[in-house]
């Protein structure tokens, strides 16, 4: 428990976790039934920063972040990162694109820490090995690089020159030899010593990891009671958020076709827009049209009770006409009488007249 205390998780969330399908290294295999924990923790023994998921007692995720890690956004809810050491590639479902988003940020700044943390462990390497060989090399007069042991090109071109006749100083040969075997076991014992304590530092790992296991699983049966009123709707989700991503996050190529359906669904939805306002404005020359027939027809309905009503009015005139004729016909005959009755009526004054006349003249000679 007292490693697990170093190593504890500086951010957490939930998510649906997936593995790339090991055998045809394109489909997702889902490795948690529901939504998990997923961590940043950081080892501050090792100075590296890890993401661990569990499932129950499970650890479905254990990777370590390096400088040469990219996490990739897929789709609005999914991402995925490539781990080269467990030879996999993991994939997050989030439920927003906002946890996506703090995903993917936390997993750039820890990613660049671990960059600086390493440069600084590299500068410390550099800083420790120096002196130790500045030191042996004071000491004894010696090299301490393989190099130096076996000899570089530049020391052993002088050394043929010199030793041309070996014959001469075989004690001087002896000597450098002794050094040499001395070296040796001095090189073997540091790098026995080296890989102890990397064998500590792995076996303290394991302990730690350990104790994350069983404090997590000691924690599981809260997290199932917590999750216990929300696992058949989680379930559900998992399958809808597993069909939908498994068809979404295939690779890359899928990423841009579906960006190409989009700008080619928004230019179908302007070209809706405008087909839809067409239909209004050709439904609205329907209803013109429509209206338009319906006068017309009423107007064709008019106009045949016009044409009706004129037929019996051309009856009518035909009758009135003939009637007219007719009338005429006997004007005229009495017109034809009436002159004859005047004629007569003439006569018949002019002889009244001269009667008169001579009525007058016999009363005057009367």
């Known amino acids: 428990m007292g490693h697990f205390k170093q190593e504890q998780p500086i951010f957490s969330t939930r998510a649906h976790v997936f593995q790339i399908d090991p055998n045809t290294k394109k489909n997702w295999v889902p490795t948690s039934k529901h939504a998990v924990t997923v961590s940043y923790f950081y080892d501050s023994t090792r100075n590296v920063y890890r993401i661990i998921?569990?499932?129950?007692?499970?650890?479905?995720?254990?990777?370590?972040?390096?400088?040469?890690?990219?996490?990739?956004?897929?789709?609005?809810?999914?991402?995925?990162?490539?781990?080269?050491?467990?030879?996999?590639?993991?994939?997050?479902?989030?439920?927003s694109e906002h946890h996506l988003s703090k995903f993917a940020e936390k997993?750039?700044?820890?990613?660049?820490?671990?960059?600086?943390?390493?440069?600084?462990?590299?500068?410390?390497?550099?800083?420790?090995?120096t002196p130790s060989q500045e030191s042996a090399g004071g000491d004894l007069q010696s090299p301490l690089t393989p190099e130096?042991?076996?000899?570089?090109?530049?020391?052993?071109t002088p050394?043929?020159?010199?030793?041309s006749e070996p014959r001469a100083e075989p004690t001087q040969n002896a000597l450098p030899f002794s050094h040499r075997i001395f070296f040796l076991f001095y090189f073997s014992s540091a790098i026995s010593k080296h890989w102890e304590a990397e064998l500590a530092t792995l076996k303290g790992n394991n302990a730690k990891l350990t104790a994350a296991l069983l404090?997590?699983?000691?924690?599981?049966?809260?997290w199932k009671q917590?999750?216990?009123?929300?696992?058949?709707?989680?379930?559900?989700?998992?399958?809808?958020?597993?069909?939908?991503?498994?068809?979404?996050?295939?690779?890359?190529?899928?990423?841009?076709?579906?960006?190409?359906?989009?700008?080619?669904?928004?230019?179908?939805e302007e070209t809706l827009k405008v087909k839809e306002e067409e239909i209004e404005r050709l439904k609205q020359e329907?209803?013109?049209?429509?209206?338009?027939?319906?006068?017309?027809?009423?107007?064709?309905?008019?106009?045949?009770?016009?044409?009706?009503?004129?037929?019996?009015?051309?009856?009518?005139?035909?009758?009135?006409?003939?009637?007219?004729?007719?009338?005429?016909?006997?004007?005229?005959?009495?017109?034809?009488?009436?002159?004859?009755?005047?004629?007569?009526?003439?006569?018949?004054?002019?002889?009244?007249?001269?009667?008169?006349?001579?009525?007058?003249?016999?009363?005057?000679?009367?």
Not at 65 to 93: C, E, H
Not at 148 to 156: F, L, Y
């Open 53 to 95: 998921s569990l499932d129950g007692s499970k650890a479905i995720i254990n990777s370590t972040i390096t400088p040469n890690m990219t996490f990739t956004k897929t789709s609005q809810k999914f991402g995925q990162w490539a781990d080269s050491r467990a030879n996999t590639v993991y994939g997050l479902g989030f439920s």
């Open 107 to 129: 997993f750039q700044e820890f990613k660049e820490a671990a960059r600086l943390a390493k440069e600084k462990s590299q500068e410390k390497m550099e800083l420790t090995s």
């Open 148 to 156: 130096s042991i076996n000899g570089t090109d530049d020391e052993r």
């Open 159 to 163: 050394d043929v020159t010199q030793n």
């Open 215 to 222: 404090e997590s699983t000691a924690n599981v049966k809260q």
């Open 226 to 268: 917590q999750l216990a009123a929300y696992q058949e709707e989680a379930e559900r989700l998992h399958k809808r958020v597993t069909e939908l991503e498994c068809v979404s996050s295939q690779a890359n190529a899928v990423h841009t076709h579906k960006t190409e359906l989009n700008q080619t669904i928004q230019e179908l």
């Open 286 to 366: 329907i209803d013109n049209a429509r209206e338009l027939q319906e006068q017309r027809d009423s107007l064709t309905q008019k106009l045949q009770e016009v044409e009706i009503r004129n037929k019996d009015l051309e009856g009518q005139l035909s009758d009135l006409e003939q009637r007219l004729e007719k009338s005429q016909n006997e004007q005229e005959a009495f017109r034809n009488n009436l002159k004859t009755l005047l004629e007569i009526l003439d006569g018949k004054i002019f002889e009244l007249t001269e009667l008169r006349d001579n009525l007058a003249k016999l009363l005057e000679c009367s």
